[in-house]
């Protein structure tokens, strides 16, 4: 069974930075996608960053050039580095995983794009930026 449990949220001032850790577990699939989202209070969860198999990566349009998503391997740990924090990114944000065991052509895009992909879900970590 695949687990991710989320850590390193916190309150930060804007313009400040933060780097969320998720340790993913049991994730053996030869195709995959990891990811973090975020949900904001009276908002639709939306995708932040998503790192497919294949080692793509991809990211929401509002946090390109801020955040970077990584993947240490030997440690099954994800990784969400933010910087320059805005309040609007406040919110709750949630590591998520999903996979098959066929080897399809993933890509960081797809899954971005098809967020239904991710199946597997952290309770979150929350994230305060202010003023």
């Not at 069974?1 to 989320?6: D, N, R, S």
């Not at 740990?77 to 995983?97: F, H, I, R, V």
């Not at 895009?109 to 309770?123: H, I, K, M, P, S």
Request: charged content about 20%.
């Amino acid at each position: 069974e695949v687990q991710v449990v989320e850590s390193g949220g916190g309150s930060v001032q804007a313009g400040g930075s933060l780097r969320l850790s998720c340790a993913v577990r049991g994730l053996s699939h030869s195709s995959y996608c990891i990811g973090w989202f975020r949900q904001a209070p009276g908002k639709e969860r939306e995708v932040v960053a998503a790192l497919a198999s294949d080692g793509s990566a991809s990211y929401l349009d509002a946090v390109k050039d801020r955040f970077t998503i990584s993947k240490d391997n030997p440690k099954n740990t994800l990784y969400l580095q933010m910087n320059n924090l805005k309040l609007e990114d406040s919110a709750m944000y949630y590591c998520a995983a999903g996979g098959v065991s066929a080897h399809l052509p993933l890509s960081g895009a797809y899954c971005l794009r098809e967020t239904e992909f991710f199946g597997y879900w952290g309770q979150g970590t929350q994230v305060t930026v202010s003023t």
